[in-house]
């Protein structure tokens, strides 16, 4: 689980790295102009849902009441990383049957932090992105809560996450250190650029410890932390 390790000790590398990122953010703007932050990838496997929800188990440790959604409705992983399970409904039922935010989403057992899973799958998931019901569940969430966090699916593996740029003030692209090609990261900042988004900035992630200078210099920055960050499968997403 994400709950596990990072913040059991929350002096941890990992933990300040976190709030590092927590900091880093919170650079771009007031939290009150800014308080919406969308995570994607370029392609699968990348940690995307790894960062995703400890920047959101971050910002609820600093008292910041947060909502994270899950939005990758084809592949979603936030429900499992915190429950062990798909669960249901959730986003897509929200936007199906007109739910009541507040009747679905799911307290995450850190105080501050609830989740608002994916729901129930759905063939056609990119055309109930692109309607306009988003947008209001977004708006209506955002007058109970301080910060949301909205993961979504690789931007080259679909184009769902390319209908939900405008929804977000903060647009950050996370990065598996030494697999995702240049070619992949400048494919991707094109694309979302392309909607006329602009990605704020990237997070490296599995970065082996001593490898900043070269990531750094191929990469053109970089985000890592304790040993490799995100090796093992609960750090993927």
Request: hydrophobic share 35%; charged share 20%; glycine share 10%.
């Amino acid at each position: 689980s994400v709950l596990d390790g990072i913040w059991s000790d929350t002096r941890s590398a990992q933990a300040e790295a976190f709030r590092s990122l927590r900091a880093s953010i919170r650079l771009l703007g007031r939290d009150k102009d800014r308080p919406v932050t969308l995570f994607t990838s370029a392609l699968p496997g990348e940690g995307k849902t790894f960062v995703s929800s400890n920047y959101a188990m971050a910002l609820a440790y600093q008292g910041q009441r947060t909502l994270l959604v899950d939005a990758d409705l084809r592949k979603p992983n936030v429900s499992p990383t915190f429950f062990g399970e798909h669960r249901k409904p959730g986003l897509a039922d929200c936007l199906l049957e007109d739910l009541d935010l507040k009747d679905v989403v799911n307290p995450s057992g850190v105080e501050g932090l609830d989740i608002l899973t994916a729901g129930s799958r759905l063939p056609n998931p990119g055309e109930l992105l692109a309607a306009d019901g988003i947008g209001g569940l977004i708006a209506y969430a955002s007058e109970s809560y301080d910060r949301i966090v909205i993961d979504t699916a690789p931007v080259l593996s679909v184009s769902d996450t390319l209908l939900l740029g405008h929804l977000a003030h903060n647009y950050c692209l996370v990065i598996q250190a030494g697999e995702t090609s240049r070619k992949a990261i400048l494919r991707s900042i094109k694309l979302v650029g392309e909607t006329g988004v602009k990605v704020n900035g990237a997070v490296l992630n599995q970065l082996p410890l001593g490898k900043s200078s070269y990531y750094s210099h191929y990469y053109g920055g970089y985000y890592g932390g304790d040993k490799v960050y995100g090796s093992d499968d609960t750090r993927k997403g």
